[in-house]
């Protein structure tokens, strides 16, 4: 069993940057994939960003690519995803993700049948 308890979302104006974390509760974090995902009010979940167990992969969606950075810590048991040039249509409920599945590829990470899921943290850009 993993539990997630994601921080760091709040109010920001476009152009700005959100650092938001997660941190993951267990011994075998190491093992797993994490990713970020986010909902918008009257959308559907989407992915963001993922990264494998050991940092070695990571994907974004197209639509975040080059603004935001997933890494992750194993040592502390924290994933962290760097939202740089935010820009309104990024404001959602960000959640984050854990599974052991393999990281093959993008799609693979896409997918939203992922084990595990946090409460989801607010952010909101402001135009």
């Known amino acids: 069993q993993v539990q997630l308890n994601e921080s760091g979302g709040g109010l920001v104006q476009a152009g700005g940057s959100l650092r938001l974390s997660c941190a993951a509760s267990g011994r075998t974090f190491s093992s797993y994939a994490m990713g970020w995902f986010r909902q918008a009010p009257g959308k559907e979940r989407e992915f963001v960003a993922a990264?494998?167990?050991?940092?070695?992969?990571?994907y974004y969606a197209d639509s975040v690519e080059g603004r935001f950075t997933i890494s992750r810590d194993n040592a502390k048991n924290t994933v962290y995803l760097q939202m740089d040039s935010l820009k309104p249509e990024d404001t959602a409920v960000y959640y984050c993700?854990?599974?052991?599945?393999?990281?093959?590829?993008?799609?693979?990470?896409?997918?939203?049948?992922?084990?595990?899921w946090g409460q989801g943290t607010q952010v909101t850009v402001s135009s």
């Open positions: 993700a854990a599974d052991l599945k393999w990281l093959a590829s993008r799609a693979v990470a896409e997918n939203p049948s992922w084990d595990y």
């Open positions: 990264v494998s167990w050991n940092g070695g992969s990571t």
